[in-house]
């Protein structure tokens, strides 16, 4: 009687297959995260701009009536909320201009300035 030779893998081959899996799985899933981090980041920023813009907007709109200082003002876009500042400046010369300029933030962390702009738009002034 011959005795064949045993089916199946050995343990040696298990573990080393296993190991290639693990490694495999730890890359795959560190990729995910940096993807996810990178999307809610750009989604912040993108956010943000348009908070910036819609500011912005907003300002240069209602430019004559607007006084020279500072102006602070909160938008929410998709749930996310951020705080704009925002600073007026009226500029000297025969035309009249006004120096706009705004900052936003996350509204959790105002000390971090996402995005900044700033405008110079000419207005009618208000009659005498």
């Known amino acids: 009687m011959r005795r064949r030779g045993a089916a199946g893998f050995t343990l040696l081959e298990v573990l080393i297959a296993l190991a290639v899996t693990a490694i495999a799985l730890s890359l795959g899933f560190s990729a995910v995260r940096d993807s996810a981090r990178t999307s809610a980041q750009l989604e912040q920023t993108v956010l943000a701009a348009w908070a910036l ?13 607007l006084e020279p200082g500072k102006q602070r003002s909160r938008e929410t876009l998709l749930g996310r909320e951020f705080q704009i ?44």
């Open 53 to 65: 813009d819609n500011a912005m907007n907003a300002l240069v709109l209602q430019a004559s009536r």
């Open 85 to 128: 500042n925002s600073v007026i400046k009226k500029l000297p010369g025969a035309i009249p201009v006004m120096q706009l300029s705004a900052q936003v933030a996350a509204a959790a962390e105002p000390g971090r300035i996402l995005l900044e702009q700033t405008a110079q738009v000419t207005y009618a002034p208000a009659p005498p």
